[in-house]
């Protein structure tokens, strides 16, 4: 069951998640599945980005929620303090 | 299930913590930022692309979003979104400031003209033109003097002059600043600056939340560093404030009576005073919650963050208490030493090992050019400290800050 469900959400990280996020260099490894938990790491541009949180919860999650209902939450992993190359950096205003 | 509007410029320090509020409070966001999202198609209801420079554009866009998925509230997360949120609050007849008012604050001459009218106390101030003599225009000014950008946030381009060399220096220094591509200015805040008087004494910083005008007075952060010029960094920041109660209730007063003065009624305000022995004066009020990471000094009630407090007043939700907890806590901003490429980061681990030190958030990232101020605008991270005393706070931060080193080539 949790393969299975690895695997689907592995095929729309494949197909959907990673050709988005390559426009701002980026990339979306998935990590494991628990519980219906999906833990995903981020890479390239989206590592450290400021919009980030925007791109896991309104974008990542959304996308795999409406695909795959069963799964619950997305959670990030990334040590997002390691990236080198965010697309957007954040300042104080 | 309700939904909510967050303005998150693609460049905030404050996405995570507002939408990590949101996702507590279980309504349904709508994130719109000033770039597109890679995931904007996939998400046309939940994910937009605003000009917060133009309120009444984003103001229409997000009606058309709204007549066909209702919104129960709106919520700009800082300086730049502040405007667009209060235009799209006005249009949709949300709980928020007025427009007007909000647009005043975000004017430092506005905002001046404003308290000096309504006899809120102030530093003497004249509005001056980027394309005038600045050698004709110091001999209107008594020195010394502080010359800033009338829109900009975080004491950039905020620098101090003696005399008239120095006067003629920095307003040079901000023409140049305010011509950069990285600043955001227009109207009459890429015409004009704004020369006041130098106040001497301490600094403070009231967080406060507006509720049907009433003023409530959130969190009062004592700044331990002398902020004398000839840049305004801003550091060190703990509360409770050390300063006498008789002090702080006058900085609460005339805090209050700056927001009305504006006309602010409604959501966060955060203000910076001075404070000498003719009591407090009002530098700023801005219409939004407190900048950086430096919210996650604060925890009221049983635990309710400041984005929970203001997420649920936007939603005209209840707010169990207003009580920020009675432990001490601050945050240090991590200055920018020298402009350059951040190169390494040391100490991190021995920083966070310091008694009191809950976090070290570094965010500059390694390879990242970084600028001091007046012309930066960001921090190299976030060291945050809870301890018994404001005292041992202040002290954890500068041991933890002196563990770290950053190599800057």
């Known amino acids: 069951m949790?393969?299975?469900?690895?695997?689907?959400?592995?095929?729309?990280?494949?197909?959907?998640?990673?050709?988005?996020?390559?426009?701002?260099?980026?990339?979306v490894e998935l990590i494991d599945v628990?519980?219906?938990?999906?833990?995903?790491?981020?890479?390239?541009?989206?590592?450290?980005?400021?919009?980030?949180?925007?791109?896991?919860?309104?974008?990542?999650?959304?996308?795999?929620?409406?695909?795959?209902?069963?799964?619950?939450?997305v959670l990030d992993t990334t040590d997002h303090s390691s990236g080198t190359n965010p697309y957007y950096q954040a300042g104080k205003a | 299930m309700q939904r909510l509007l967050l303005l998150l410029p693609t460049t905030t320090y404050r996405t995570h913590d507002f939408l990590d509020a949101a996702r507590t409070l279980g309504v349904e966001v709508v994130c719109a930022s000033d770039e597109p999202s890679t995931f904007e198609a996939h998400a046309p209801d939940n994910l937009l692309t605003l000009d917060f420079a133009d309120p009444d554009a984003a103001a229409a866009k997000v009606a058309a979003l709204a007549d066909r998925r209702p919104l129960s509230a709106v919520v700009g997360v800082d300086d730049l979104t502040a405007v667009a949120a209060a235009a799209i609050a006005e249009r949709l007849g949300l709980r928020a400031s007025g427009r007007a008012a909000v647009a005043a604050a975000r004017d430092k001459y506005q905002m001046r003209q404003c308290l000096a009218a309504a006899g809120v106390p102030i530093p003497r101030f004249r509005r001056i033109a980027l394309k005038d003599d600045p050698f004709l225009a110091a001999r209107g000014v008594a020195f010394p003097c502080v010359l800033k950008p009338l829109a900009l946030s975080a004491s950039r381009g905020?620098?101090?002059?003696?005399?008239?060399?120095?006067?003629?220096?920095?307003?040079?220094?901000?023409?140049?600043?305010?011509?950069?591509?990285?600043?955001?200015?227009s109207g009459d805040a890429a015409q004009f600056l704004l020369a006041e008087e130098y106040l001497?004494?301490?600094?403070?910083?009231?967080?406060?939340?507006?509720?049907?005008?009433?003023?409530?007075?959130?969190?009062?952060?004592?700044?331990?560093?002398?902020l004398e010029g000839p840049f305004f960094e801003e550091t060190i920041y703990v509360t409770p404030s050390r300063l006498p109660a008789a002090t702080q209730a006058a900085i609460e007063r005339v805090s209050a009576d700056a927001c009305a003065a504006?006309?602010?009624?409604?959501?966060?305000?955060?203000?910076?005073?001075?404070?000498?022995?003719?009591?407090?004066?009002?530098?700023?009020?801005?219409?939004?919650?407190?900048?950086?990471?430096c919210s996650r000094t604060l925890r009221?009630?049983?635990?309710?963050t400041l984005e929970e407090i203001i997420l649920r007043h936007a939603l005209g939700w209840p707010i169990a208490s207003l009580a920020r907890e009675r432990r001490p806590a601050g945050v240090m901003m991590i200055p920018i030493p020298r402009a350059g490429r951040l190169a390494a980061v040391r100490g991190t681990e021995a920083a966070g090992a310091v008694a009191g030190v809950e976090e070290v958030a570094i965010t500059a990232h390694v390879g990242q050019d970084v600028v001091p101020l007046p012309e930066g605008w960001q921090y190299l991270g976030?060291?945050?400290?809870?301890?018994?005393?404001?005292?041992?706070?202040?002290?954890?931060?500068?041991?933890a800050h002196a563990r770290l080193s950053f190599e800057i080539a």
Not at chain 1, 15 to 25: D, K, L, Q, S
Not at chain 1, 44 to 60: F, N, R, V
Not at chain 2, 300 to 304: E, I, K, L, Q, S
Request: glycine share 12%.
């Open chain 1, 2 to 27: 949790s393969d299975d469900l690895k695997g689907r959400v592995q095929e729309l990280i494949d197909t959907m998640i990673n050709p988005a996020v390559a426009g701002h260099g980026g990339f």
């Open chain 1, 34 to 73: 628990q519980d219906n938990r999906v833990y995903l790491q981020m890479g390239g541009g989206c590592q450290g980005c400021g919009a980030a949180d925007i791109t896991l919860k309104s974008g990542i999650e959304r996308l795999i929620k409406e695909e795959i209902p069963e799964v619950a939450e």
């Open chain 2, 158 to 185: 905020v620098i101090r002059a003696n005399n008239v060399d120095q006067f003629i220096a920095a307003f040079r220094r901000i023409v140049a600043l305010l011509a950069r591509d990285d600043v955001e200015a």
């Open chain 2, 200 to 226: 001497p004494g301490i600094e403070v910083a009231l967080e406060g939340l507006l509720i049907g005008g009433t003023f409530h007075a959130l969190a009062l952060f004592d700044k331990p560093d002398p």
């Open chain 2, 262 to 293: 504006l006309g602010l009624g409604e959501g966060p305000v955060h203000a910076e005073l001075r404070v000498n022995n003719d009591g407090p004066w009002v530098l700023e009020v801005a219409a939004r919650s407190i900048g950086g990471l």
């Open chain 2, 300 to 304: 009221f009630g049983t635990g309710m």
């Open chain 2, 382 to 399: 976030f060291i945050f400290a809870r301890a018994e005393t404001p005292a041992a706070v202040e002290a954890a931060l500068r041991d």
